[in-house]
C-alpha cells in the first residue's frame, strides 16, 4: 500500500471511532429517557430508583419452591352402590338359591343375609339413598331410606369403603339400623304480602296456569317480552284455580298495575284436577308490569331470600 494510501485511512480513522463512540453515548441516553419516563408513570417512589440505578438489566432468578400443581379429587362418592346393596338385602334372605340373596352376596361376600319368617314383612317398594358422609381415607357411612308399601320408613347406614380412582367400592359391613334425619327448622318466608285474590294479578296468573297446566290457550300470550316458556305436555290436568297468592314486594298488592318495569316475585298455591283426584302444588314466578297488565317474566326455582332481582 502507498503511503499516501496508508495516510488517508488514517486520517479517516480517527473521526469513525469518534463517531461509533458518539453513537453509545447516544443509545445510553435513549434508554435512561426510556427509564425516566416509565418510571415516572409507575409513581414517585420508582421514579426515585430510576433516577439513581439508571437503566439496567434484570434477570429472572429460578425460585427453588416447586411450583404447586392442583389436581382434581376423584368423585368417590358410593351413595348409589349402597343404594342397590340395601335394596337387594332387604329382598334377600339366607336362602343363598335365591337371586335376590345371590346378587346381595356377589355386592358384600362378607356380609350376612337376613332370615325373614315368610309373609311377615313386605318388601320395600322403594329404597333411597339420603345422605353421603365420608370419614376419611376412603371410608363412607351412606344413609339409606327404605318406604315400604303400608307406610313404614326405615333409614340403614351402610359402612362403605371407595379406592382413590372411586372406581371400585367395598360394603364393610352389614347395614345398621337408625333414627331418622331430624326436620330442619323452616325459615320465615318472604313472601309476607298478601295479594287480593280478584286483583289484576290473581286473575293474570289464573289464566296463565291454565295455559300452562290445561293447555287453554297459549302460554306466549302471558309472558314478557323475551321470554321463553313452553307449556306442560301433554296437559297433566283438566282443571286449574289459584288458591292463594302472597308476594314479597308491596307493589303486587296495588289496586292498580304499577308503571311499566315494576317486578315482583310471588308465590302461588294452585289446585289442579284431574281424572284421579285434585292435586295441590305451588310455584314461584316473578311478573313484569307493562302497559297496564302483569306478564311472566321467569318460573323461579326455590325461595326468594328478598330484594327486587
Known sequence: MSPGKQAA???????????????RMRRRVRLSR??????????????GVAVVSGPTTVAATPSDKPTPV???????????????????????????????????QSLAPDVDLPDPVAGAQPKPATV???RSA?????????????????????????PMSADASGASFTVRGAPAVVAGPARAAVGESPY???????????????????????GAGQVDRYLAPGVTLAAVSPAPYVAVSVQQVSAVEEAAAAEQVPADGAKVRVLVQVEARDADGRWPLAYELALL???????????????????AR
Not at 426510556?34 to 421514579?47: C, S
Not at 376419611?136 to 357411612?141: F, I, K, L, M
Open 289 to 307: 308490569a307493562r302497559s297496564g297488565r302483569w306478564e311472566v317474566a321467569g318460573l323461579e326455582s326455590g325461595t326468594a331470600q328478598g330484594g
Open 192 to 214: 309476607g304480602v298478601s295479594v287480593a285474590p280478584d286483583g289484576d294479578l290473581s286473575l293474570a296468573l289464573g289464566e296463565f296456569f291454565g295455559a300452562y297446566l290445561t
Open 134 to 158: 365420608q370419614q376419611g381415607g376412603g371410608e363412607w357411612a351412606v344413609t339409606v331410606a327404605a318406604q315400604y308399601v303400608d307406610g313404614r320408613l326405615r333409614y340403614f347406614v351402610v
Open 34 to 47: 426510556l427509564a425516566l419516563f416509565t418510571a415516572i408513570a409507575a409513581g414517585p417512589v420508582a421514579l
Open 9 to 23: 485511512e488514517s486520517d479517516i480513522a480517527p473521526p469513525m471511532a469518534a463517531g461509533a463512540r458518539l453513537e
Open 128 to 130: 333411597t339413598a339420603v
Open 70 to 104: 392442583r389436581t382434581a379429587a376423584a368423585a368417590a362418592d358410593p351413595a348409589g352402590y349402597a343404594q342397590v346393596f340395601v335394596d337387594v338385602w332387604l329382598r334377600s334372605s339366607a336362602d343363598a338359591d335365591s337371586a335376590q340373596a345371590r346378587l346381595a
